[in-house]
């Protein structure tokens, strides 16, 4: 089955700065690979998606890259702020039925003011 | 529209007992998928049913069991609870499982206790 590893396991920045989250994954079939944010206390929610037929998307301050042939893929996020700080999830899935979204073991953003 | 509802929010169960949780997903949603989530283990992925039917299964023993309704309400048990067992429970619905629909809204969780 497919294995997600997310890196690092915490990352701090000073406010302003960029932060950028690496995941592997070791399916070669996903095609589909969500964000996910979880501030302290509440449930995760979207960011941000991408599929394997484009190599980049951008949302305002967030942009997450994918490198289908190193089966790699990253979040960016530029001029961080406070709000910010929370654990951020990647994830891949696969096609068809039978394919489950696995996700990464998540990553603990800390920007400091 | 009201988000994704699960029941109880907080559970506290001894070694031995079995127990219940449920989730409603919003109006529409017709996959629902349950994750376990524990410091430092993230989102271990359980179990995923679309239209009554379990799609896929993680890696966790029998004891893991679910089910989904006809009104796409889901409920999972947990049998003879061990302490290991104590964690978040997560429960996500989505239009669909796969394609466009992706995307999936989480429910607050219920915090399972096992003493």
């Known amino acids: 089955g497919e294995n997600v590893e997310q890196h690092p396991s915490t990352l701090s920045v000073q406010e302003g700065d960029s932060a950028v989250i690496k995941c592997t994954y070791s399916d070669s079939a996903s095609n589909y690979f969500p964000w996910y944010k979880q501030e302290l206390g509440k449930r995760p929610q979207l960011i941000i998606d991408i599929r394997s037929n484009v190599g980049e998307k951008k949302d305002q301050r967030i942009a997450v890259t994918l490198n289908k042939t190193a089966k790699h893929f990253s979040l960016h996020i530029t001029e961080t702020q406070p709000e910010d700080s929370a654990v951020y999830f990647c994830a891949a899935k696969g096609t068809g039925a039978g394919n489950m979204l696995t996700f990464g073991g998540g990553t603990r953003l800390m920007v400091k003011p | 529209k009201a988000g994704v509802t699960q029941t109880p929010r907080y559970l506290i169960k001894t070694r031995g007992q079995q127990v219940t949780l449920s989730c409603s997903p919003i109006?529409?949603?017709?996959?629902v998928s349950w994750y376990q989530q524990t410091p430092g283990q993230g989102l271990q992925f359980l179990f995923e049913?679309?239209?009554?039917?379990?799609?896929n299964k993680g890696n966790f023993p029998g004891r893991f069991s679910g089910r989904q309704f006809s009104n796409s309400r889901s409920e999972m048990n947990v049998s003879t609870l061990e302490l290991g067992d104590s964690a978040l429970y997560l429960c996500?619905?989505?239009?669909?499982?796969?394609?466009?629909?992706?995307?999936?809204?989480f429910g607050s969780g219920t915090q399972l206790s096992v003493l």
């Open positions: 996500a619905s989505s239009l669909a499982p796969t394609g466009q629909n992706e995307k999936l809204f």
């Open positions: 109006s529409g949603h017709r996959s």
């Open positions: 049913y679309f239209s009554e039917t379990q799609r």
